[in-house]
């Protein structure tokens, strides 16, 4: 049985959702940083969030990959990489995961060293970051259960 146009066309907004998040989150994990008096933090001082970033970076090569291909099986209604989508889906949620995970703790425990409330712009955009990158995943997690089904019906 093959895959409905009305899912494939839920997968490609979800994917584009996934994409722009990734893309928002990407941009502002670049620009955290922050000086008060004699320190500066960097987020790339920290590899919490150099996971974070490596994570979205992944996430942003493999999903438009991803996109391209939705976008390629939609024109020519086929239905050729549903093993892709269905292992890819699973891979790059986990990673995204991981990476919000990953961003979200190393906050967490660098805010406990900051009790005068400081570095309070540098922890707001690691956690606009993280949170970002958390809707990501919930964009590709619902993908992934969508390819889920699809290859259940191709059996």
Known sequence: MENSSGSRITSLILRILTFVFLFISFFILITTSQTVRPYKLHFNDYHGFRYMLATIIIGLVFNLLQIAFSLF???KNGD??????????????YLLATGAAAGFGVGVD??????????????DKAYAASTL???????SAAVSILSSFALSKRS
């Not at 892709?84 to 889906?89: A, E, I, L, Q, T």
């Not at 660098?110 to 922890?123: A, E, Q």
């Not at 990158?133 to 964009?139: D, N, Q, S, V």
């Open 110 to 123: 660098l805010k406990k060293v900051d009790p005068d409330d400081l570095f309070r712009i540098f922890f």
């Open 80 to 93: 050729g990489t549903i093993l892709f989508d269905f292992f890819g889906d699973k891979f790059l949620s």
């Open 73 to 75: 099986n939609i024109v």
């Open 133 to 139: 990158l958390l809707f990501a995943f919930f964009c």
